[in-house]
């Protein structure tokens, strides 16, 4: 019997701050200029998944969830489905076990400050595409 082969789904998140002309980017695992991201649990939907990521890593709550766009992503065989959503306030606390530092860039500059060619930075590119 032929079965579809396994692969984890997972949400990255462009994260607004309050005022909605600053965009979160994160530095992660030695990575720097990153989106906020995790791994979606079993049971739960992806918009769960978003509160959950932002506020386990930034200690961050957000509000306006909405789905931006997915992609797979084949170094570690997720589907990366992207959301946007902004912060209630910027009263978070980072998780130390899980992001390095974090920094709130203006919106006209947030391509110059990401990764080059990652997938974090695509889906800002899409995102602002559509605005």
Same mark, same amino acid.
């Given at each position: 019997e032929w079965r579809y082969p396994p692969f984890n789904t997972a949400v990255s998140v462009i994260v607004y701050h =309050?005022?909605?002309d600053r965009i979160l980017t994160i530095d *992660? %695992?030695?990575?720097?200029?990153?989106l906020v991201a995790g791994y979606? !649990? *079993?049971?739960?939907? !992806? #918009? #769960?998944?978003?509160? @959950?990521? /932002?506020? #386990?890593?930034?200690? !961050?709550? /957000?509000?306006?969830v909405?789905?931006?766009? +997915?992609?797979?992503?084949e170094p570690s065989n997720p589907l990366m489905c992207n959301f946007t959503c902004r912060?209630? +306030?910027t009263e978070g606390q980072l998780?130390? %076990?899980e992001? &390095?530092?974090?920094?709130?860039? =203006?919106?006209? *500059?947030?391509l &110059?400050?990401? @990764?080059?060619? +990652?997938l974090a930075k695509w889906f800002v590119e899409q995102h602002l595409a559509k605005r």
């Open positions: =309050p005022d909605g *992660q %695992y030695g990575k720097e200029g990153i979606v !649990l *079993q049971g739960d939907g !992806l #918009e #769960e998944t978003v509160v @959950r990521e /932002v506020l #386990e890593e930034t200690g !961050l709550a /957000v509000t306006d909405a789905f931006n766009a +997915s992609r797979y992503f912060a209630t +306030s998780n130390p %076990y992001v &390095d530092a974090a920094r709130w860039i =203006p919106v006209e *500059q947030i &110059d400050a990401m @990764r080059p060619n +990652s």
